[in-house]
């Protein structure tokens, strides 16, 4: 029998990775680390079912690229997860170009 105290500390930890799964996962992917394809399903889950991460999500992407310390590899990497991200999700697309990362992508392109 779980006791109700059990359940919401639960229900927190689940918020709280939830709230901080966009951050990690980029900062993954911006270190250059091998484990992509986790962090990008988990990115487009959160895309996906979770409306308010979108534009975290974004924004930590755009401040990831604009960060000079991200790796060349990450830096390819993460662009090329902005770019199937918004190709997949198409609300997505139009909080990228309100966000202005067209813009700051196509330095780099």
Known sequence: QESSNDQSSRANQSEY???NAVEWCVGILGAGNR???AC???LSWLCKND???QESLIQSILNAIQ???VKPDGLSRLILIL???VSENSD???VASNAGSFKILSKFL
Do not use: G, H, Y
Request: aromatic share 4%; net charge neutral; glycine share 0%.
């Open 67 to 69: 960060d000079s310390s």
């Open 17 to 19: 990775i939830r709230a």
């Open 35 to 37: 484990v992509e394809f």
């Open 92 to 94: 997505l697309c139009t």
């Open 51 to 53: 409306k308010k991460q």
């Open 40 to 42: 990008v399903d988990m």
């Open 83 to 85: 770019a199937i991200l």
